[in-house]
């Protein structure tokens, strides 16, 4: 039987904008726009008993959007042989870590760690810019990093049948894998998109040049199960939901 759960998560996703539009006119123009998403959940159980089907799920996802641009309406003039740079930077950090050492007598009944990041960033321009030198430039650093490390304890495997009760319980939000036959899955998927773009309706006169870059220098997704004199048990599912 299932008796027990024992979820724990966090869902960053606050959105980052900034945005320059209407009549500028100045000797520089910077429009920045900068997103930090990171949160760290750990379950850690240490020499305690649990009753046969405790099922623990650790997860971490990042979303939202971070970005800068000047807007369709803006008309914006440099003087001096200014320039207009136009960036948006996001940082994106999931780490959930699951660890259970020495649990006894009893089984443990699934343990899941899942990391996702979702996240979008984008840079743009799409008024009428006249500058010196301008850039658009849109970066996205993701590490998603999902740890399941066991010590002697038992982990049950549950078929597709219980788990449908325990799926109906998740929250929607949050990147827990249930994939029959389960007794212990460690996911990490960094995706979401890095754009940098000129907009159709956009206008710009430069002397000096435009730059225009989209990169992701950290794309990272790493998945680790350490397994050290754990015993994996079978049982069937009774179909009990909760």
Not at 7 to 24: D, F, K, L, V, Y
Not at 72 to 82: D, E, K, R
Not at 210 to 239: E, H, K, W
């Amino acid at each position: 039987l299932i008796s027990k759960r024992r979820p724990i998560g966090s869902c960053p996703g606050h959105s980052a904008r900034a945005e320059a539009t209407g009549q500028i006119t100045t000797n520089q123009l910077d429009v920045t726009a900068t997103a930090t998403r990171e949160s760290t959940p750990i379950i850690l159980f240490f020499q305690v008993s649990l009753f046969t089907g405790e099922v623990v799920f650790g997860a971490e996802k990042t979303a939202g959007s971070t970005e800068a641009l000047i807007g369709s309406g803006a008309n914006i003039t440099i003087n001096g042989g200014g320039s207009a740079n136009v960036s948006a930077t996001s940082t994106d950090t999931a780490n959930p870590t699951v660890v259970n050492a020495s649990i006894s007598p009893f089984n443990i009944g699934a343990v899941s760690a899942n990391a996702e990041i979702a996240s979008n960033t984008s840079a743009s321009i799409s008024g009428h810019v006249d500058a010196g030198s301008v850039s658009i430039s849109a970066t996205a650093n993701k590490t998603a990093d999902a740890d399941t490390f066991m010590v002697q304890i038992g982990i049950l495997n549950l078929d597709g049948v219980a788990l449908g009760g325990i799926d109906d319980e998740l929250p929607d939000d949050l990147p827990i894998s249930i994939i029959p036959t389960f007794d212990t899955i460690t996911v990490a998927v960094a995706g979401g998109d890095t754009d940098a773009f000129i907009g159709g309706g956009a206008d710009i006169h430069t002397d000096l040049g435009l730059s225009l870059t989209a990169t992701t220098p950290t794309n990272l997704a790493s998945a680790t199960l350490d397994s050290v004199g754990a015993n994996f048990v079978a049982v069937s599912g009774s179909g009990n939901r909760f």
